[in-house]
């Protein structure tokens, strides 16, 4: 089983700065591509970042600019830095990874984490 936890959500200011972690744990021998996702209350869940095996990335133009995405892919992690926060960042934030090669040699698809709030307020 895989399993997606994502951590360094909270309460910033506007302009300041967050960066979210995503550990990956389990029977895995890789991860394809990771992206990060949010959902803000009553609106759907949107792409914000991701990130192939390679190190390609791609940003939503809301976030071009402002976010970062990265992989450790040793340690199973990915992270997203967040600089100049704005209050319509504000959401949960997912960590999704569409397609894991297990251990055993097994593809399995579209795992998500729990999601970590973050809050943009003055």
């Known amino acids: 089983q895989v399993q997606l936890v994502e951590s360094g959500g909270g309460l910033v200011q506007p302009g300041g700065s967050l960066r979210l972690s995503c550990a990956a744990s389990g029977s895995i021998f890789s991860i394809n591509a990771m992206g990060w996702y949010r959902q803000a209350p009553g609106k759907e869940r949107e792409l914000v970042a991701a990130?192939?095996?390679?190190?390609?990335?791609n940003y939503a133009d809301s976030v071009k600019g402002r976010f970062t995405i990265s992989r450790d892919n040793l340690k199973k992690r990915g992270y997203l830095q967040m600089n100049s926060l704005k209050p319509e960042d504000t959401a949960v934030y997912y960590c999704?990874?569409?397609?894991?090669?297990?251990?055993?040699?097994?593809?399995?698809?579209?795992?998500w984490g729990q999601g970590t709030q973050v809050t943009v307020s003055s």
């Open positions: 999704n990874a569409p397609s894991v090669l297990t251990a055993k040699g097994v593809y399995e698809y579209d795992y």
């Open positions: 990130i192939t095996s390679g190190g390609t990335t």
